[in-house]
T-cell receptor, first 117, second 110 residues
Framework: GAVVSQHPSWVICKSGTSVKIECRSL??????MFWYRQFPKQSLMLMAT?????????EQGVEKDKFLINHASLTLSTLTVTSAHPEDSSFYIC?????????????FGPGTRLTVT | DAKTTQPNSMESNEEEPVHLPCNHS???????IHWYRQLPSQGPEYVIH???SNVNNRMASLAIAEDRKSSTLILHRATLRDAAVYYC???????????FGTGTRLKVLA
Protein backbone atom coordinates (compact mmCIF):
# COMPACT_ATOMS: atom_id res chain seq x y z
CA GLY A 1 0.00 0.00 0.00
CA ALA A 2 0.88 3.66 -0.26
CA VAL A 3 3.30 4.94 2.36
CA VAL A 4 3.29 8.33 4.01
CA SER A 5 6.07 9.38 6.37
CA GLN A 6 6.32 12.20 8.87
CA HIS A 7 9.35 13.82 10.42
CA PRO A 8 10.03 14.19 13.22
CA SER A 9 8.04 11.54 15.04
CA TRP A 10 8.19 13.62 18.19
CA VAL A 11 9.47 17.06 19.08
CA ILE A 12 9.76 19.15 22.22
CA CYS A 13 10.05 22.90 21.86
CA LYS A 14 9.98 25.92 24.12
CA SER A 15 7.04 28.28 24.24
CA GLY A 16 7.36 31.05 21.68
CA THR A 17 9.48 29.10 19.21
CA SER A 18 8.39 27.64 15.88
CA VAL A 19 8.51 24.05 14.80
CA LYS A 20 8.23 22.49 11.35
CA ILE A 21 6.75 19.08 10.63
CA GLU A 22 7.30 17.35 7.30
CA CYS A 23 4.93 14.97 5.55
CA ARG A 24 6.11 12.94 2.58
CA SER A 25 4.40 10.52 0.24
CA LEU A 26 7.10 7.94 -0.43
CA UNK A 27 5.78 5.87 -3.32
CA UNK A 28 3.16 8.03 -4.98
CA UNK A 29 2.52 11.60 -5.95
CA UNK A 30 0.02 13.31 -3.72
CA UNK A 31 -2.19 15.86 -5.39
CA UNK A 32 -3.77 16.67 -2.05
CA MET A 33 -2.50 16.48 1.49
CA PHE A 34 -4.39 16.99 4.71
CA TRP A 35 -3.31 17.96 8.21
CA TYR A 36 -5.10 16.79 11.33
CA ARG A 37 -4.66 17.38 15.04
CA GLN A 38 -5.60 14.92 17.74
CA PHE A 39 -5.76 15.62 21.46
CA PRO A 40 -5.56 12.76 23.99
CA LYS A 41 -8.60 10.47 23.96
CA GLN A 42 -10.22 12.53 21.21
CA SER A 43 -10.84 11.97 17.54
CA LEU A 44 -8.89 13.49 14.67
CA MET A 45 -9.77 17.04 13.79
CA LEU A 46 -9.10 18.25 10.26
CA MET A 47 -7.04 21.43 10.26
CA ALA A 48 -6.44 22.13 6.59
CA THR A 49 -6.35 20.78 3.07
CA UNK A 50 -3.49 21.59 0.74
CA UNK A 51 -3.12 21.05 -2.97
CA UNK A 52 0.30 21.11 -4.59
CA UNK A 53 1.20 24.61 -5.69
CA UNK A 54 -1.85 26.22 -4.12
CA UNK A 55 -2.61 27.93 -0.84
CA UNK A 56 -3.99 25.69 1.84
CA UNK A 57 -7.67 25.76 2.76
CA UNK A 58 -8.12 25.96 6.50
CA GLU A 59 -11.04 24.64 8.50
CA GLN A 60 -13.11 27.04 10.51
CA GLY A 61 -11.43 28.02 13.74
CA VAL A 62 -7.89 27.11 12.63
CA GLU A 63 -5.54 30.10 12.60
CA LYS A 64 -3.81 30.21 9.24
CA ASP A 65 -1.11 32.57 10.51
CA LYS A 66 -0.25 30.22 13.32
CA PHE A 67 -0.29 26.97 11.36
CA LEU A 68 1.58 27.61 8.13
CA ILE A 69 1.19 24.95 5.50
CA ASN A 70 3.34 24.61 2.41
CA HIS A 71 2.80 22.02 -0.31
CA ALA A 72 5.61 22.85 -2.69
CA SER A 73 5.89 19.48 -4.41
CA LEU A 74 3.77 16.44 -5.13
CA THR A 75 5.55 14.47 -2.41
CA LEU A 76 6.11 16.97 0.37
CA SER A 77 3.95 19.14 2.59
CA THR A 78 5.10 20.96 5.69
CA LEU A 79 3.24 22.28 8.69
CA THR A 80 4.94 25.01 10.71
CA VAL A 81 3.53 25.82 14.12
CA THR A 82 4.60 29.40 14.75
CA SER A 83 5.06 30.90 18.20
CA ALA A 84 4.06 27.64 19.80
CA HIS A 85 2.34 27.60 23.17
CA PRO A 86 1.60 24.73 25.56
CA GLU A 87 -1.97 24.51 24.27
CA ASP A 88 -0.55 23.62 20.85
CA SER A 89 0.83 20.41 22.31
CA SER A 90 -0.90 17.65 20.39
CA PHE A 91 -0.51 14.74 17.99
CA TYR A 92 -0.30 16.06 14.44
CA ILE A 93 -1.12 13.67 11.62
CA CYS A 94 -0.92 14.22 7.89
CA UNK A 95 -2.53 12.25 5.11
CA UNK A 96 -2.05 12.20 1.38
CA UNK A 97 -4.29 11.42 -1.54
CA UNK A 98 -3.03 10.37 -4.93
CA UNK A 99 -5.78 11.58 -7.20
CA UNK A 100 -8.96 13.57 -7.42
CA UNK A 101 -11.43 10.79 -8.13
CA UNK A 102 -13.54 9.63 -5.23
CA UNK A 103 -12.08 6.15 -5.44
CA UNK A 104 -8.72 7.38 -4.17
CA UNK A 105 -8.12 6.82 -0.48
CA UNK A 106 -6.29 8.97 2.01
CA UNK A 107 -3.16 7.38 3.41
CA PHE A 108 -2.05 8.59 6.79
CA GLY A 109 1.36 9.25 8.22
CA PRO A 110 2.43 7.87 11.60
CA GLY A 111 1.94 11.20 13.34
CA THR A 112 4.16 13.71 15.12
CA ARG A 113 3.81 14.33 18.81
CA LEU A 114 4.49 17.95 19.68
CA THR A 115 5.13 18.99 23.25
CA VAL A 116 5.51 22.68 23.99
CA THR A 117 7.10 23.50 27.34
CA ASP B 1 -20.89 17.11 5.61
CA ALA B 2 -22.82 13.93 6.23
CA LYS B 3 -22.28 12.52 9.70
CA THR B 4 -21.84 9.01 11.00
CA THR B 5 -22.89 7.45 14.28
CA GLN B 6 -21.03 4.54 15.84
CA PRO B 7 -21.19 2.83 19.23
CA ASN B 8 -18.50 4.12 21.57
CA SER B 9 -17.11 0.70 22.36
CA MET B 10 -17.50 -2.99 21.61
CA GLU B 11 -15.93 -6.18 22.87
CA SER B 12 -15.19 -9.38 21.07
CA ASN B 13 -13.57 -12.66 21.90
CA GLU B 14 -10.45 -13.62 20.04
CA GLU B 15 -11.04 -15.64 16.85
CA GLU B 16 -14.72 -14.72 16.82
CA PRO B 17 -16.29 -12.58 14.08
CA VAL B 18 -16.91 -8.92 14.88
CA HIS B 19 -19.60 -6.74 13.34
CA LEU B 20 -19.01 -3.02 13.76
CA PRO B 21 -22.07 -0.93 12.84
CA CYS B 22 -22.21 2.58 11.44
CA ASN B 23 -25.28 4.70 10.81
CA HIS B 24 -25.19 7.41 8.16
CA SER B 25 -28.81 8.31 7.54
CA UNK B 26 -27.96 11.59 5.75
CA UNK B 27 -25.63 9.99 3.21
CA UNK B 28 -25.91 11.39 -0.28
CA UNK B 29 -25.92 9.37 -3.48
CA UNK B 30 -22.28 10.11 -4.28
CA UNK B 31 -20.80 9.62 -0.80
CA UNK B 32 -18.31 6.82 -0.38
CA ILE B 33 -18.14 4.93 2.91
CA HIS B 34 -14.64 4.50 4.31
CA TRP B 35 -13.39 2.56 7.29
CA TYR B 36 -10.12 3.23 9.03
CA ARG B 37 -8.67 2.03 12.29
CA GLN B 38 -6.22 3.65 14.63
CA LEU B 39 -3.90 2.06 17.14
CA PRO B 40 -2.63 4.16 20.06
CA SER B 41 -0.10 6.81 19.05
CA GLN B 42 -0.31 5.87 15.37
CA GLY B 43 -1.93 7.36 12.32
CA PRO B 44 -5.15 5.82 11.04
CA GLU B 45 -4.82 2.76 8.83
CA TYR B 46 -7.05 2.17 5.81
CA VAL B 47 -9.33 -0.85 6.17
CA ILE B 48 -11.89 -0.81 3.39
CA HIS B 49 -14.24 1.42 1.45
CA UNK B 50 -17.30 1.09 -0.74
CA UNK B 51 -20.10 2.92 -2.51
CA UNK B 52 -23.11 0.66 -2.95
CA SER B 53 -22.08 -2.96 -3.18
CA ASN B 54 -20.60 -5.11 -0.44
CA VAL B 55 -16.82 -5.24 -0.54
CA ASN B 56 -14.25 -7.76 0.60
CA ASN B 57 -10.52 -7.50 1.05
CA ARG B 58 -7.87 -9.34 2.98
CA MET B 59 -8.55 -7.34 6.13
CA ALA B 60 -12.31 -7.20 6.33
CA SER B 61 -15.68 -7.11 4.62
CA LEU B 62 -17.99 -4.15 4.26
CA ALA B 63 -21.71 -4.75 4.15
CA ILE B 64 -23.73 -1.77 2.93
CA ALA B 65 -27.47 -1.59 3.52
CA GLU B 66 -29.65 -1.40 0.46
CA ASP B 67 -30.76 2.14 1.33
CA ARG B 68 -27.15 3.00 2.17
CA LYS B 69 -28.18 4.55 5.47
CA SER B 70 -26.04 2.13 7.42
CA SER B 71 -23.08 -0.15 6.95
CA THR B 72 -21.25 -2.82 8.89
CA LEU B 73 -17.57 -3.59 9.01
CA ILE B 74 -16.99 -7.29 9.49
CA LEU B 75 -13.78 -8.71 10.88
CA HIS B 76 -14.09 -12.43 10.22
CA ARG B 77 -11.79 -13.62 13.00
CA ALA B 78 -10.75 -11.02 15.54
CA THR B 79 -7.20 -11.15 16.82
CA LEU B 80 -5.58 -9.19 19.62
CA ARG B 81 -3.94 -7.02 16.97
CA ASP B 82 -7.37 -5.88 15.81
CA ALA B 83 -7.93 -3.97 19.05
CA ALA B 84 -8.15 -0.37 17.91
CA VAL B 85 -10.51 2.55 17.37
CA TYR B 86 -12.49 2.01 14.18
CA TYR B 87 -13.76 5.03 12.28
CA CYS B 88 -16.53 5.07 9.71
CA UNK B 89 -16.22 8.12 7.46
CA UNK B 90 -18.17 9.49 4.52
CA UNK B 91 -16.61 11.53 1.77
CA UNK B 92 -18.55 13.24 -0.95
CA UNK B 93 -17.63 14.37 -4.41
CA UNK B 94 -15.72 17.58 -4.65
CA UNK B 95 -14.51 17.88 -1.08
CA UNK B 96 -12.49 14.73 -0.44
CA UNK B 97 -12.37 15.76 3.21
CA UNK B 98 -12.69 13.23 5.99
CA UNK B 99 -14.63 14.34 9.03
CA PHE B 100 -13.86 11.91 11.82
CA GLY B 101 -16.52 11.01 14.34
CA THR B 102 -15.80 9.48 17.72
CA GLY B 103 -15.32 5.97 16.35
CA THR B 104 -15.78 2.60 18.06
CA ARG B 105 -13.13 1.35 20.44
CA LEU B 106 -12.87 -2.40 19.87
CA LYS B 107 -11.55 -4.52 22.69
CA VAL B 108 -10.55 -8.07 21.86
CA LEU B 109 -10.53 -10.53 24.72
CA ALA B 110 -8.05 -13.39 24.75
Amino acid sequence: GAVVSQHPSWVICKSGTSVKIECRSLDFQATTMFWYRQFPKQSLMLMATSNEGSKATYEQGVEKDKFLINHASLTLSTLTVTSAHPEDSSFYICSAREGLAETYEQYFGPGTRLTVT
Amino acid sequence: DAKTTQPNSMESNEEEPVHLPCNHSTISGTDYIHWYRQLPSQGPEYVIHGLTSNVNNRMASLAIAEDRKSSTLILHRATLRDAAVYYCILSGSGTYKYIFGTGTRLKVLA
